[in-house]
């Protein structure tokens, strides 16, 4: 398959598979659920926000009346939340194809703070997907040929001469640019093999 001419139609059919996207009420995810769904996927798609989430699939069942679409909440700067989001997954599914770790908060107005005390964009982008890909890794690997995608950022290959992850200072607690906080982690956004 060459990437250069690449659009959406040359995806193959997705019929049979459930794929689950973070994120899934706005932008990249919201295209992704979009599209994966047309391709006859179930698509679960998550977000922080259930009234933002229930748009979403107003706007893709306007398209596609037959997609097949969950929602379910889950807010990545909070553990609580994701350890819950696990436990109502695992409740109501047996099988995840493609985890798609799509999420996340980029160069924040001002330094914030996850429910944990990490900073925004470590603690949601890559704390937060490290913890869920971890709670999900038995269905994935219980489901034949799955797969987790990273969205991670061009940025990653902006280190600025820096480390790719702050490991003296993973909070920005001595001086905070939320660019270079950005760009670190992306560049480590977890990615885990099975
Ligand atoms: N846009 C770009 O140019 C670009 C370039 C390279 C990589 N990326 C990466 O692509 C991904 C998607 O970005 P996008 O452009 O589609 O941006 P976007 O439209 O702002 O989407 C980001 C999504 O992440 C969600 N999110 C933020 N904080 C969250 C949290 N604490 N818990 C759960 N969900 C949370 C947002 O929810 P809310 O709607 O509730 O805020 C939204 O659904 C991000 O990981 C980003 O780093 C983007």
């Given at each position: 398959?060459?990437?250069?001419?690449?659009?959406?139609?040359?995806?193959?059919s997705?019929?049979g598979?459930?794929?689950?996207?973070?994120?899934?009420?706005?932008?990249?995810?919201l295209?992704?659920?979009?599209v994966?769904?047309s391709?006859g996927a179930?698509v679960?798609?998550?977000?922080r926000?259930?009234?933002?989430?229930?748009?979403?699939?107003?706007?893709?069942?306007?398209?596609?009346?037959n997609?097949?679409?969950?929602?379910?909440h889950?807010?990545?700067?909070?553990?609580?939340s994701?350890?819950?989001?696990?436990q109502?997954?695992?409740n109501?599914?047996?099988?995840?194809?493609?985890?798609?770790?799509?999420?996340?908060v980029?160069?924040?107005?001002?330094?914030?703070?996850?429910?944990?005390?990490?900073?925004?964009?470590?603690?949601?982008?890559?704390?937060?997907?490290?913890?869920?890909?971890g709670?999900?890794?038995?269905?994935?690997k219980?489901?034949?040929?799955?797969?987790?995608?990273i969205?991670?950022?061009?940025?990653?290959k902006?280190?600025?001469?820096?480390?790719d992850i702050?490991?003296?200072?993973?909070?920005?607690?001595?001086?905070?640019?939320?660019?270079?906080?950005?760009?670190?982690?992306?560049a480590?956004?977890?990615?885990?093999?099975?």
């Open positions: 398959m060459t990437t250069k001419s690449w659009t959406a139609d040359d995806i193959p997705q019929q598979k459930t794929i689950l996207i973070t994120g899934a009420n706005s932008g990249l995810g295209e992704a659920s979009k994966l769904s391709k179930h679960i798609m998550t977000a926000n259930l009234k933002s989430g229930n748009e979403a699939i107003s706007l893709i069942k306007k398209k596609n009346a997609a097949k679409l969950d929602l379910m889950l807010d990545l700067s909070d553990f609580t994701i350890h819950q989001f696990s109502e997954f695992h109501k599914y047996r099988q995840l194809d493609v985890l798609i770790n799509n999420a996340g980029m160069f924040p107005a001002k330094r914030e703070l996850t429910k944990q005390n990490f900073e925004i964009q470590f603690g949601t982008n890559h704390l937060g997907h490290f913890l869920l890909t709670l999900l890794l038995d269905v994935l219980s489901t034949p040929n799955s797969r987790i995608a969205q991670s950022s061009g940025q990653h902006a280190k600025m001469g820096k480390p702050y490991f003296d200072d993973l909070n920005f607690d001595k001086g905070y640019n939320k660019y270079v906080a950005y760009t670190q982690k992306q480590g956004k977890p990615i885990i093999c099975v």
